[in-house]
């Protein structure tokens, strides 16, 4: 056995509990400020939503757009997260990487069933059907799919810690791969069927649209790190617990 | 690395016959789809392209989770891991021997279900053709995932389900490339250049996946 593989796979290892520590100080400090945040930019958000102008081809509908789009751009976002925190994990074997990559994805599954629930509600009214195989609903599924598969192997093992690399792993080959099937999808639809459903296509959104998009898309960014962090925190308690448990039960 | 792939090859054909499995369930699918759609011929020679990738695609995935677990319970991982070959080149030697059990039988065995399918024999070879292309990238994938299973005494199907969102590119592009073979305007050439280019991204991607999952597995 190397040495570095004995660092981590002790108990509770000796350089990681030091940062670990910091960073609980760190996001007990963050937590209020981004929480403060996330209220703050949703409700300048919303309002700003409900005050834009109806839309002169979808009516009311298109307020859909200012809660669909920025839980589209989390989705993917968190996926980035969840990468870059797959390399710490490799590359450092960080244990916190491992946090932050485990946490991270039920958390991008959520945003991602939120674009295609909130999608599908204003594709009834647009479009005529809860449901198309349009190139992008689609390679949003295959994204959904992903995380659900993350999220069961890292709850598959009963060692926490041994999920780290397996995770991180298949994180990465998903990171690898993703751009690959967004394009095939994409050339999957247009092969079938050539434009017969055309997206919003408002070739240049007027300020009133885009400034309550950016603000409500800042207020998903925060919300996501506010929860992030949060969650984050509640796994390093856990696992301190149990390495707590783990000792008493071995000294019986 | 020869040798590794002789004895590779030599354990799959010895242990029950991991080809000929592969192969019945491939047959297996196959029969199964008729009962499902019906039995007009019209409509299975539309649809054979497609239940015969599936049935690649379903037995491709059916025995990967066994790829590096047999090893790792006699201790020859190990030995694999330790004797200093680069371990991508190992890995990617395992990956192959794998196809060569599990992709290619099925590929042979295409032309009879084609017929069985009603399929037309341009359709075949095209069939053939992009399965032949387009399985190695179902078995360099399934390494990855294999690589994982190690890990995860058992996780069959989990496996499973992480493998095949990320296959389905080759699907993609492997119907593509038949639809173009059979109908006029949609073209071959370029769908079967993109299957073929990504088999070989995931020829290093794969192997590289699983030698690093499987260094430091090792203890």
């Given at each position: 056995?190397?040495?570095?593989?004995?660092?981590?796979?002790?108990?509770?290892?000796?350089?990681?509990?030091?940062?670990?520590?910091?960073?609980?100080?760190?996001?007990?400090?963050?937590?209020p400020?981004?929480?403060?945040?996330?209220?703050?930019?949703?409700?300048?958000?919303?309002?700003?939503?409900?005050?834009a102008?109806?839309?002169?081809?979808?009516?009311?509908?298109?307020?859909?757009?200012?809660i669909?789009?920025?839980?589209?751009?989390?989705?993917?976002?968190?996926?980035?997260v969840?990468?870059?925190?797959?390399?710490?994990?490799?590359?450092?074997?960080?244990?916190?990487?491992?946090?932050?990559?485990?946490?991270?994805?039920?958390?991008?599954?959520?945003?991602?069933?939120?674009?295609?629930?909130?999608?599908?509600?204003?594709?009834?009214?647009?479009?005529?059907?809860?449901w198309?195989?349009?190139?992008?609903?689609?390679?949003?599924?295959?994204?959904?799919?992903?995380?659900?598969?993350?999220?069961?192997?890292?709850?598959?093992?009963?060692?926490?810690?041994?999920?780290?690399?397996?995770?991180?792993?298949?994180?990465?080959?998903?990171?690898?791969?993703?751009?690959?099937?967004?394009?095939?999808?994409?050339?999957?639809?247009?092969?079938?069927?050539?434009?017969?459903?055309?997206?919003?296509?408002?070739?240049?959104?007027?300020?009133?649209?885009?400034?309550?998009?950016?603000?409500?898309?800042?207020?998903?960014?925060?919300?996501?790190?506010?929860?992030?962090?949060?969650?984050?925190?509640?796994?390093?308690?856990?696992?301190?617990?149990?390495?707590?448990?783990?000792?008493?039960?071995?000294?019986? | 690395?020869?040798?590794?792939?002789?004895?590779?090859?030599?354990i799959?054909?010895?242990?029950?016959?991991?080809?000929l499995?592969?192969?019945?369930?491939?047959?297996?699918?196959?029969?199964?789809?008729?009962?499902?759609?019906?039995?007009?011929?019209?409509?299975?020679?539309?649809?054979?392209?497609?239940?015969?990738?599936?049935?690649?695609?379903?037995?491709?995935?059916?025995?990967?989770d066994?790829?590096?677990?047999?090893?790792?319970?006699?201790?020859?991982?190990?030995?694999?891991?330790?004797?200093?070959?680069?371990?991508?080149?190992?890995?990617?030697?395992?990956?192959?021997?794998?196809?060569?059990?599990?992709?290619?039988?099925?590929?042979?065995?295409?032309?009879?279900?084609?017929?069985?399918?009603?399929?037309?024999?341009?359709?075949?070879?095209?069939?053939?053709?992009?399965?032949?292309?387009?399985?190695?990238?179902?078995?360099?994938?399934?390494?990855?995932?294999?690589?994982?299973?190690?890990?995860?005494?058992?996780?069959?199907?989990?496996?499973?389900?992480?493998?095949?969102?990320?296959?389905?590119?080759?699907?993609v592009?492997?119907?593509?490339?038949?639809?173009?073979?059979?109908?006029?305007?949609?073209?071959?050439?370029?769908?079967?250049?993109?299957?073929?280019?990504?088999?070989?991204?995931?020829?290093?991607?794969?192997?590289?996946?699983?030698?690093?999952?499987?260094?430091?597995?090792?203890?």
């Amino acid at each position: 056995m190397t040495p570095e593989n004995a660092i981590h796979t002790g108990p509770s290892n000796l350089w990681g509990l030091a940062n670990p520590t910091r960073f609980m100080g760190f996001a007990n400090r963050a937590i209020p400020i981004l929480a403060c945040l996330t209220i703050l930019l949703f409700g300048i958000g919303l309002y700003l939503s409900f005050n834009a102008p109806e839309d002169y081809q979808q009516g009311y509908t298109v307020l859909i757009m200012f809660i669909h789009v920025p839980a589209a751009w989390l989705a993917m976002m968190t996926y980035s997260v969840m990468s870059i925190s797959a390399l710490g994990s490799i590359i450092w074997r960080h244990p916190l990487a491992d946090v932050s990559l485990r946490t991270a994805a039920p958390l991008g599954a959520i945003f991602t069933f939120l674009a295609l629930a909130t999608g599908s509600l204003w594709g009834k009214p647009m479009w005529g059907t809860w449901w198309e195989w349009d190139a992008r609903m689609t390679s949003v599924l295959i994204l959904l799919i992903i995380y659900l598969g993350l999220i069961a192997l890292s709850k598959a093992f009963d060692e926490p810690s041994e999920a780290a690399q397996p995770l991180a792993i298949m994180t990465l080959v998903g990171f690898a791969i993703i751009p690959i099937i967004k394009f095939s999808v994409d050339w999957w639809n247009t092969l079938h069927q050539p434009a017969s459903v055309s997206r919003l296509d408002t070739p240049a959104m007027g300020p009133e649209f885009l400034y309550p998009l950016l603000i409500m898309a800042l207020a998903y960014m925060a919300l996501f790190f506010t929860l992030h962090f949060m969650s984050m925190r509640n796994e390093v308690l856990a696992r301190r617990i149990r390495a707590m448990k783990m000792k008493q039960a071995r000294r019986g | 690395m020869v040798a590794l792939l002789k004895r590779e090859v030599q354990i799959a054909w010895r242990s029950g016959g991991g080809a000929l499995t592969g192969v019945l369930f491939f047959l297996a699918v196959v029969t199964v789809f008729p009962f499902a759609v019906g039995p007009d011929t019209k409509l299975l020679s539309h649809l054979a392209p497609a239940i015969l990738w599936i049935g690649a695609l379903l037995a491709s995935l059916l025995g990967l989770d066994r790829m590096f677990a047999q090893e790792r319970e006699d201790g020859s991982l190990d030995v694999l891991v330790m004797q200093g070959h680069p371990l991508m080149a190992v890995f990617f030697v395992k990956a192959f021997a794998h196809w060569l059990m599990s992709g290619l039988p099925l590929v042979l065995a295409t032309p009879l279900f084609g017929i069985m399918l009603n399929l037309s024999p341009l359709g075949i070879g095209a069939t053939m053709v992009t399965l032949l292309a387009g399985t190695p990238a179902i078995s360099f994938i399934g390494a990855a995932g294999a690589s994982v299973a190690v890990k995860l005494p058992r996780g069959g199907m989990l496996i499973s389900v992480l493998v095949l969102p990320l296959v389905i590119p080759v699907l993609v592009f492997g119907i593509a490339a038949i639809t173009g073979a059979l109908q006029d305007p949609a073209p071959f050439t370029a769908p079967f250049l993109l299957l073929c280019a990504i088999t070989l991204f995931t020829s290093v991607l794969g192997p590289l996946a699983a030698s690093v999952m499987l260094r430091h597995s090792a203890d």
